[in-house]
């Protein structure tokens, strides 16, 4: 079971990307999704999740309004789209899956390897 995240990237303040989490050999809307971030010299921390159960969604406080997380079915994929970017948003991401709606890290089984997000000017 492998996890995929992608599209990392240098961004200015202000500006937007949008990572990608994609799986092989399973079907991740059997999973909650979550995504994680580590900035230098801090602890992990969550960001958002999407349940597989009812379609809830949650959002950390600091992303909400800016952070928006969705499934594509067909593309057995899981997308984090991220706006106003800002520098404290600067961390290697993380998309992990789950068969239970949580936040806690530690009930994440399966994990990818991180994509780097860097914003700055």
């Known amino acids: 079971v492998q996890l995929q995240a992608s599209g990392g990237g240098l961004v200015q303040p202000g500006g937007s990307l949008r990572l990608s989490c994609a799986a092989s050999e399973f079907t991740l809307e059997a999973y909650a999704i979550g995504w994680f971030r580590q900035a230098p010299g801090k602890e992990r921390e969550g960001v958002s999740y999407?349940?597989?159960?009812?379609?809830?969604?949650y959002y950390e406080h600091s992303v909400k309004g800016r952070f928006t997380v969705s499934r594509d079915s067909a593309k057995n994929t899981v997308y984090l789209q991220m706006n106003s970017l800002k520098p404290e948003d600067t961390a290697i991401y993380y998309c992990?899956?789950?068969?239970?709606?949580?936040?806690?890290?530690?009930?994440?089984?399966?994990w990818g390897q991180g994509t780097l997000v860097t914003v700055s000017s």
């Open positions: 992990a899956a789950t068969s239970i709606s949580t936040m806690a890290a530690s009930e994440y089984d399966f």
């Open positions: 999407i349940s597989n159960i009812d379609g809830s969604i």
